[in-house]
Nanobody, 123 residues
Framework: VQLVESGGGLVQTGGSLGLSCVASGDTFRITAMAWFRQAPGNERELVAAFATGGREFYADSVKGRFTISRADGGNRLHLQMSSLKPEDTGMYHC??????????????????WGEGTLVTVSS
């Protein structure tokens, strides 16, 4: 499975940005997909996800501002971000699991990762 993200960039505080992730290869293996982000000096953080079975998850810090969605039979994952804050700055990675996955597993349960796309929110 290969994952490729797009859509990052520079945006002002309060602005909006949409990220996309395209999965290719043996996509039939995928049971869950998620967006993670990592800011310099910080640990990788789970932002939003579709867990195995389809349940949606959002980190408390993005609830009400970010929306995760998928299309193309689950091979495309999208993250719509609004009311962006400087603390949303970071490298955003798309990830997928080939096993049973729930948010408690966080990054440890993910099998496939994209290279990431950088989001910078200026104050």
């Amino acid at each position: 499975v290969q994952l490729v993200e797009s859509g990052g960039g520079l945006v002002q505080t309060g602005g909006s940005l949409g990220l996309s992730c395209v999965a290719s290869g043996d996509t039939f293996r995928i049971t869950a997909m998620a967006w993670f982000r990592q800011a310099p000096g910080n640990e990788r953080e789970l932002v939003a996800a579709f867990a195995t079975g389809g349940r949606e998850f959002y980190a408390d810090s993005v609830k009400g501002r970010f929306t995760i969605s998928r299309a193309d039979g689950g091979n495309r994952l999208h993250l719509q971000m609004s009311s962006l804050k400087p603390e949303d700055t970071g490298m955003y990675h798309c990830a997928a699991s080939g096993h049973l996955w729930n948010p408690r597993l966080k990054s440890g349960g993910m099998d496939y990762w994209g290279e990431g796309t950088l989001v910078t929110v200026s104050s």
